[in-house]
């Protein structure tokens, strides 16, 4: 991706979304951010409260099958039999509004749902049913407003890869 598709970026979305893709696509290098903006699946949502769990936030029957660890958050997948979930949970900085983030979308594919935004507690939660396709997850977390200094995404392939 080059200039030229920073300029898309500029033109089609608000600063502040904006800046988020173009952070996490210096952060990770991938097509996603790209694609996720202009597929119009970002979102920011209002403000969440504290929950107990991760699987309090996606809803009913719903278990952790993945989790990756980040500097002030964990990102959760989860999983209810036809459904996957994830939520980003702080673990520094509750209480304050700081940036945080969580992403699923299909490996192979333009279908995206995220939650990018200055929460108190935790991002998500965003779901997706795809029976027979792999997905990807993602979070990001910040120590301020409006920026992430710890992002990571799934890998499509490997013992971490999700298919089903």
């Known amino acids: 991706m080059g200039p030229e598709s920073d300029e898309v970026l ?26 996720a ?3 119009g699946t970002i979102a920011v949502a209002a403000p969440a409260n504290a929950v107990a769990t991760p699987a309090e936030a996606c ?33 520094s900085n509750l209480g304050k509004e700081t940036w945080v983030g969580a992403m699923i979308g299909l490996a192979k594919g333009s279908v995206a749902h995220s939650d990018y935004g200055n929460f108190d507690y935790y991002a998500g939660p965003v779901r997706l049913t795809a029976p027979g396709k792999c997905i990807v997850w993602e979070g990001a977390v910040g120590t301020g407003r409006d920026s992430a200094t710890d992002v990571w995404v799934s890998p ?9």
Do not use: W
């Not at 500029?10 to 696509?25: D, F, H, I, P, Q």
């Open 156 to 164: 499509q392939t490997g013992p971490r890869a999700h298919c089903g």
């Open 59 to 91: 809803g009913n029957n719903y278990h952790e099958i993945d989790h990756q660890d980040l500097k002030g958050a964990v990102i959760h997948l989860l999983y209810n039999g036809s459904t996957d979930c994830v939520v980003t949970t702080k673990t």
């Open 37 to 39: 903006l202009l597929a």
């Open 10 to 35: 500029k033109s089609v979305g608000t600063e502040r979304m904006v800046n988020t893709l173009l952070a996490l696509k210096q952060a990770v290098g991938s097509a996603f951010a790209t694609a």
